[in-house]
């Protein structure tokens, strides 16, 4: 695509100005309050949700203020800022390569030791982190956040995990310490490669019922993710729209989007489900999968209470607010991306063919300047996803930058799948 955005590089004048007051503090009374992790037996880690991703604050080696996104699909702990790692000359080791989230891209990246994380009031030991070669997230575009890597199983897979995407905590119990409620239905589930992979039943029309292997993925932005050509019964649903799916570690994810008739999780069904159908690469070595067919992503699990209990390999779940809510999609035919080292500017990445906003005539490379009258000073990329997500007929006035010329485009929303 034209007009391509790069990855955001951290601000490191900004951080310097976070890092040096904590450091003579740190300095100053000679050592830090924290809970070790061998020690603890419960504790709650606050997060953020932003555009369907769990963030979490961390520190690295107690001075490098980070945010890595929380993530039950990642087998690794993973930095994509190898600045951070430069700085504090650590050493590199043996080196690693790594399939990318579009299935097709190969990551090379180096595995450092004798590092830690501090994550609120909880210091997380590492043996081992893996520090991406290049930068190569694509989260900032298409979350409008700003984050640095991936906190992966390897740091709570013996340990027992509640989210709670209410009240935005993690709580992290050693299993002695955890009591099962008795209110939460219990799931059985496969952990592999510290991976937790569901059994289910899946409906793409009506008249077919199959059975597939999901990985729950907490650091996936959708809700479901197909692989159609991991089982010759899978296919794609009558109406679907090809393009970039999202993004991920790696790139862009190419397929298509479309909706299942009803996928089970546990006793409770979900229906019209938004799902991006992707193939995998013939070439790749299709072992590292585990045989699962998809992900189930954070718009189908932040719609319960969940625990994930890795120990003895069950969920506990129980509907939160969110269950009943409708699986929603864009009806404007836009991708939008967030730019600029603040994350503040946005432009469009992709239209799609035979929508309202291509027969407007929007193009690739058009910078927003407003939508529906607001400025992009007052939204955020999940503000524009919400306006551009609304009701069927709804009027959109969109104004743009193209090169030096500025655009006023008018459409109306319209259901593309």
Not at 65 to 84: H, M, S, Y
Not at 185 to 203: A, D, F, G
Not at 311 to 338: C, H, L, Q
């Amino acid at each position: 695509m034209s007009n391509f955005v790069s990855p955001v590089n951290i601000n490191f004048k900004r951080l310097w100005s976070v890092i040096l007051p904590c450091l003579i503090a740190s300095i100053c009374q000679g050592q830090f309050a924290y809970e070790r992790f061998e020690n603890f037996k419960k504790i709650d880690l606050p997060f953020e949700y932003k555009n369907n991703l769990i963030i979490v604050d961390v520190t690295l080696n107690r001075l490098f203020p980070l945010k890595f996104i929380f993530d039950t699909g990642a087998e690794n702990t993973i930095l994509a800022k190898r600045e951070v790692t430069d700085m504090l000359k650590v050493a590199y080791e043996r080196e690693f390569k790594l399939l990318g989230s579009d299935m097709t891209t190969e990551l090379t990246a180096y595995l450092v030791r004798d590092i830690h994380f501090k994550s609120h009031d909880l210091v997380i030991p590492s043996h081992g982190m893996l520090v991406l070669k290049e930068d190569y997230f694509r989260f900032e575009e298409v979350a409008g956040i700003e984050v640095h890597g991936i906190l992966g199983a390897d740091v709570f897979r013996n340990l027992v995990v509640r989210i709670n995407y209410d009240r935005k905590i993690i709580t992290l119990s050693k299993r002695p310490y955890f009591k099962r409620p008795n209110d939460y239905e219990e799931i059985p589930i496969e952990v592999s490669r510290s991976k937790p992979y569901i059994r289910t039943k899946l409906q793409i029309s009506p008249d077919s019922t199959l059975s597939v292997k999901l990985l729950l993925d907490s650091g996936a932005m959708l809700p479901f993710i197909l692989n159609t050509n991991t089982d010759s019964s899978l296919h794609l649903p009558p109406t679907v729209i090809n393009g970039k799916l999202g993004a991920g570690l790696g790139g862009y994810l190419e397929g298509f989007v479309g909706r299942v008739h009803s996928l089970d999780f546990g006793s409770k069904n979900f229906k019209e489900v938004v799902t991006n159908f992707q193939d995998i690469s013939a070439a790749i070595d299709t072992s590292l999968l585990n045989g699962r067919n998809g992900i189930i992503g954070n718009q189908i699990l932040n719609r319960f209470h969940i625990i994930f209990d890795y120990p003895t390999e069950k969920i506990y779940v129980k509907p939160n607010r969110r269950y009943k809510n409708k699986f929603k999609f864009d009806k404007s035919g836009m991708v939008i991306i967030a730019a600029d080292i603040n994350l503040n500017s946005f432009i469009v990445h992709e239209v799609i063919a035979n929508s309202p906003a291509y027969e407007a005539g929007v193009k690739p490379g058009d910078k927003l300047t407003s939508i529906n009258g607001l400025p992009p000073a007052l939204l955020s990329l999940n503000n524009i996803n919400k306006i551009l997500s609304k009701r069927e007929g709804k009027k959109i006035k969109l104004r743009v930058k193209r090169n030096e010329e500025r655009i006023l485009f008018k459409f109306k929303l319209r259901k593309l799948i």
